[in-house]
C-alpha cells in the first residue's frame, strides 16, 4: 500500500497533557498538508482548531478521556459542547467499570445517548482492550454493533498497551458490517500501519505515520 492511502486513513494525533496551541496548529498544518483523514486533539482546542482549518480538514476530540468513568451526563455534555465548538468526529471512551461488572446494557444506553448527541457527526468508541477479556471485547463488539456508533476503536494511548493485531482480528471477526475498525496506540511504522490495515482497520489513531512521510520527503524530495 502506498504511503498516500495510509496517511488517508490515520487520524493524526495530539492528545499529550501539555499540548499547547502552537503544537496542535502544527498538527492541523501537517493534516492538512499529508491528506490525513483528520485530526484528533483535545477538546479545549477544537473550536480554534475548526476556525484555523476552515473545513480543509476534520476535527477529531475525544470525549470521557481516558479513563472513561465520567458520568453519562458529563459525557454527554462534553459531546454536545465538542459538536458546537465545530468537532466533525467524537471518540469516546466506555466505562470499563460498567463492563467488569458485566452491565452492558448501561454500557449500551451510554453509547446510544451520546449518539444521539453528536447529531449526526462521526462516533467512535474506545473500549480500552488492554483492560478487557477475550470475551469482554466480543461482547463489546456486539455492543457497539447495537449503539449506532460507526466505529469501534482498540484504545487511548494512555493505558498499559495500546492496539494489537489480536484485537483488531477479534474486531473485524465480531464487528457487524456497518461497525468500522480503529487501531490506536503504539502504531510507529509502516509495517504497523499495512498489517492493521490489511487485518481490517479503517481508521489509525496514531502521529507517527505522518512523521514518517516528513522523512520520506525530506530524503528524496517526494513520497
Keep these: 500500500m502506498d504511503l498516500k492511502s495510509i496517511l488517508s486513513k490515520v487520524d493524526h494525533t495530539l492528545l ?5 496551541w502552537e503544537e496542535i496548529q502544527a498538527i492541523c498544518e501537517d493534516g492538512i498538508r499529508y491528506g490525513t483523514a483528520s485530526v484528533c486533539i483535545p477538546a479545549s482546542f477544537v473550536a480554534q482548531a475548526a476556525e484555523f482549518s476552515a473545513g480543509r480538514i476534520p476535527i477529531c476530540t475525544v470525549i470521557g478521556f481516558p479513563n472513561g468513568y465520567s458520568t453519562t451526563a458529563v459525557k454527554i455534555f462534553e459531546t454536545r459542547d465538542a459538536v458546537q465548538n465545530g468537532a466533525d468526529e467524537i471518540d469516546m471512551v466506555i466505562n470499563i467499570g460498567w463492563v467488569k461488572e458485566g452491565r452492558y ?17 462521526i462516533l467512535k468508541v ?7 477479556t477475550e470475551d ?7 455492543v457497539v454493533n447495537a449503539s ?3 466505529y469501534i476503536k482498540t484504545s487511548t ?12 482480528a477479534i474486531f473485524a471477526r465480531y464487528s457487524a458490517p456497518h461497525v468500522k475498525i480503529k487501531a490506536a496506540g503504539g502504531i510507529r511504522s509502516l509495517a504497523d500501519a499495512e498489517n492493521y490495515i490489511a487485518l481490517g482497520a479503517s481508521r489509525l489513531g496514531t502521529s507517527s505515520i505522518v512523521k514518517l512521510a516528513k522523512g520520506q520527503e ?3 524530495g517526494g513520497y
Design 136 to 142: 469482554e471485547k466480543i461482547r463489546m463488539c456486539e
Design 126 to 132: 474506545i473500549i480500552e482492550t488492554c483492560l478487557l
Design 148 to 150: 449506532g456508533a460507526d
Design 218 to 220: 525530506n530524503g528524496n
Design 16 to 20: 499529550s497533557q501539555s499540548a499547547t
Design 105 to 121: 446494557d448501561d454500557v449500551l444506553d451510554e453509547i446510544k445517548r451520546i449518539r444521539e448527541a453528536c447529531r449526526g457527526k
Design 157 to 168: 494511548g494512555f493505558s498499559k498497551a495500546g492496539a494489537t493485531p489480536e484485537d483488531i
